[in-house]
């Protein structure tokens, strides 16, 4: 597993190691030791999560209030997305800073994101299956959302017109949050 830093504190690009052969492929999506060891994080994972969905779809920007704030591990098995995460932790000198890349079932790579992120993707390829670690469970009380449009952010998404929940469409602008301890 190779571990690489981005701009943003604490969040990482994971790129497992993949053995091929004429068989397929094989690799560890997941160790808990190595992860811990390569990362310096001490952290466990409790829920995994995983979803389906069709090409154009968007879907975020989400994240979780504390004492319910999630990190993830992210991944796709199938397809391919565009994945953002936006830093919502004021402390840092990249408050408000999106951050992306594509995740796919070819690159395999995997995107670990602390709590104090919002996060959100949008579908590449026709039934791609996104699987995502969480530290915490998931709580409807602790759950919000950020505009996946919001101006201030300025995140080009790569797409024209997204199919969107009306959830993700009504969400609120980042500067309309009450302030955050992240």
């Given at each position: 597993m190779e571990i690489k830093t981005t701009p943003f504190k604490d969040l990482l690009i994971i790129q497992p190691a993949v053995f091929p052969d004429e068989r397929g492929y094989f690799f560890e999506s997941f160790n808990e030791s190595k992860f811990?060891?390569?990362t310096g994080l001490n952290m466990s994972f409790i829920q995994d999560n995983e979803s389906m969905s069709s090409k154009g779809v968007l879907r975020g920007l989400h994240f979780q209030l504390s004492p319910k704030?999630?990190?993830?591990?992210?991944?796709?098995?199938?397809g391919a997305v565009l994945d953002v995460v936006v830093d919502l932790r004021r402390t840092q000198?990249?408050?408000?800073?999106?951050f992306k890349l594509v995740l796919s079932a070819e690159n395999k790579t995997q995107l670990f994101i602390p709590e104090g992120f919002?996060?959100?993707f949008c579908v590449l390829e026709d039934q791609t299956i996104f699987s995502y670690?969480?530290?915490?469970?998931?709580?409807?009380e602790n759950e919000r959302s950020i505009l996946w449009n919001d101006p201030s952010l300025a995140i080009d998404w790569e797409i024209e017109n997204p199919i969107i929940s009306e959830k993700d469409k009504n969400a609120p602008l980042?500067?309309?949050l009450p302030h955050f301890f992240f």
């Open positions: 811990r060891v390569q704030a999630q990190a993830k591990l992210v991944r796709v098995s199938k000198p990249t408050y408000g800073q999106s919002a996060h959100g670690k969480c530290t915490n469970y998931y709580s409807k980042l500067e309309s």
